[in-house]
């Protein structure tokens, strides 16, 4: 699941031998990223066969499931297929995130199974309270207290470290195309949310009937109040009812092309085997 596609990792479609800048990945990435996908929806489909299962777990699948249909079955360009392809690793990420939680370590943090005895190979977090580090403890998670210099009144500091500068040891410069910022704030629940809407943004065009609004056309745009609603069929005063309008064409005019291109001054080519344009009698209603 975890590889970084590079530009030959594209495959565009061909038509007439000419690339049309649209493509797909390579049919065995797409199979080993379906081998993954599967064996993760085996134990989720396992897990919701038990009483009050959580809900996250069945819409999570879910939506792996089709990002990743979409990534083997529609033609994109190179920019979209690699973002998909970050859509279906960091979905996959976050379902199997959640279900080590609830099979692994939430059984150690409620007490179910005894404290974990190694520490986990995950990410640590910082925490504020204190029955919050408890639990992760008990599961093995790392973490980091985060408390204020006041509270240190009493306690025996065993040593002092030096912070770590971000700087020296993270990327923090800017991409030399900077990408679109989605999200200020901080690093929690909202940060998810918003990275997870973001991803719904893939593929989404503009309403061709939306008279140039970018959200489209709701539903209830289209019902109208009463003041602006004319008169239905059935009450309407057919006294004044707009008449049928008739118009009659000259019958039977026939025109030779060398008139045409005398009249228009020889500006007009016209295409040697049009020799007559004939207007017959025609009617015309307008309603």
């Not at 690339?19 to 990435?29: A, K, Q, R, S, T």
């Not at 973002?83 to 199997?96: I, K, T």
């Not at 940060?191 to 709701?218: E, M």
Request: with cysteine.
């Amino acid at each position: 699941m975890w590889w970084n596609p590079i530009r030959e990792d594209f495959e565009p479609m061909l038509r007439h031998g000419w690339d049309i800048g649209i493509g797909f990945l390579p049919y065995h990435e797409l199979q080993l990223m379906g081998q993954c996908f599967e064996r993760l929806n085996q134990r989720v489909e396992k897990y919701q066969t038990k009483i009050n299962p959580h809900p996250l777990t069945h819409s999570l699948s879910v939506n792996l499931h089709r990002t990743l249909s979409r990534l083997r079955a529609v033609a994109m360009t190179r920019k979209e297929v690699l973002f998909e392809c970050r859509q279906v690793q960091r979905q996959w990420m976050e379902l199997r995130a959640l279900m080590d939680y609830i099979e692994i370590y939430e059984p150690h943090m409620d007490g179910r199974i005894p404290p974990a005895k190694a520490t986990a190979s995950v990410i640590g977090c910082f925490v504020r309270e204190a029955h919050v580090a408890e639990r992760l403890f008990s599961a093995g998670i790392p973490y980091w207290l985060i408390r204020p210099v006041s509270s240190f009144s009493t306690e025996n500091i065993l040593t002092i470290t030096n912070v770590i500068q971000p700087k020296d040891v993270l990327e923090l410069d800017d991409y030399p195309v900077p990408f679109p910022r989605i999200y200020v704030g901080d690093s929690n629940y909202n940060r998810f949310c918003a990275i997870s809407k973001h991803g719904l943004k893939s593929l989404c065009y503009t309403d061709l009937f939306s008279d140039g609004n970018p959200k489209g056309i709701r539903p209830h745009e289209f019902v109208q109040s009463s003041s602006t609603v004319g008169p239905s069929r059935d009450h309407r005063n057919t006294s004044v009812r707009s008449q049928p309008c008739r118009l009659l064409f000259s019958a039977h005019c026939v025109v030779s092309s060398r008139q045409i291109l005398g009249a228009l001054g020889n500006q007009v080519n016209l295409h040697p085997a049009i020799s007559l344009i004939r207007l017959t009698a025609h009617t015309c209603r307008f309603r």
